[in-house]
T-cell receptor, first 114, second 114 residues
Framework: AQSVTQPDIHITVSEGASLELRCNYSYGATPYLFWYVQSPGQGLQLLLKYFSGDTLVQGIKGFEAEFKRSQSSFNLRKPSVHWSDAAEYFCAVGAAGGGNKLTFGTGTQLKVEL | DGGITQSPKYLFRKEGQNVTLSCEQNLNHDAMYWYRQDPGQGLRLIYYSQIVNDFQKGDIAEGYSVSREKKESFPLTVTSAQKNPTAFYLC?????????????FGQGTRLTVV
């Protein structure tokens, strides 16, 4: 069974600073990886996804993530954070072979200081 | 606009009562899901359905029931057997069951037991 670990529960960054949110996964084969963002009291919105190919993927809102097989990681990055990026971020892994039971991490709450 | 509609946004339930949360999608997606979200625990899968008249238990199905009589609709009933029902409930859909398909989420229903 797959699993996802987001080691940082809360992160605070200053507006304009760079951001990296960590995500480690456990899965026996090549995983399908996702990052979602959730604003308070809202549903989840897909930021980006990795299925295969180029290990650096670009997403919406200026976010990118890099798949590193050797480290079982899929960290989310943004070069310059905006105050509107404050939200909760979830990493998720999907299993190949059917049964799209996405497994989510516990989330990282991002606070942006002005 | 295509999307997923959950209603109501807020729901209050007395102990011992069953309540039903609505989820409707007009994305023509085959697969639908219900997740429960609690602070610090991420999203946990309650039930999912791949096609009409078929559904499967997720990781925390006890105390919940679902139906899938129409492709567009996947209502969730929280029964009196669910001992701790206060949570944020998210409905999602995807084109099919497969780890590489994006899940689209509704805006959620916050259920509170009073």
């Amino acid at each position: 069974a797959q699993s996802v670990t987001q080691p940082d529960i809360h992160i605070t960054v200053s507006e304009g600073a760079s951001l990296e949110l960590r995500c480690n996964y456990s899965y026996g084969a090549t995983p399908y990886l996702f990052w979602y963002v959730q604003s308070p009291g809202q549903g989840l919105q897909l930021l980006l996804k990795y299925f295969s190919g180029d290990t650096l993927v670009q997403g919406i809102k200026g976010f990118e993530a890099e798949f590193k097989r050797s480290q079982s990681s899929f960290n989310l990055r943004k070069p310059s954070v905006h105050w509107s990026d404050a939200a909760e971020y979830f990493c998720a892994v999907g299993a190949a072979g059917g049964g799209n039971k996405l497994t989510f991490g516990t989330g990282t709450q991002l606070k942006v200081e002005l | 606009d295509g999307g997923i509609t959950q209603s109501p946004k807020y729901l209050f339930r007395k102990e011992g009562q069953n309540v039903t949360l609505s989820c409707e999608q007009n994305l023509n997606h085959d697969a639908m899901y219900w997740y429960r979200q609690d602070p610090g625990q991420g999203l946990r899968l309650i039930y999912y359905s791949q096609i009409v008249n078929d559904f499967q238990k997720g990781d925390i199905a006890e105390g919940y029931s679902v139906s899938r009589e129409k492709k567009e609709s996947f209502p969730l009933t929280v029964t009196s057997a669910q001992k701790n029902p206060t949570a944020f409930y998210l409905c999602a859909s995807s084109i099919g069951l497969g780890g590489n398909t994006e899940a689209f989420f509704g805006q959620g229903t916050r259920l509170t037991v009073v």
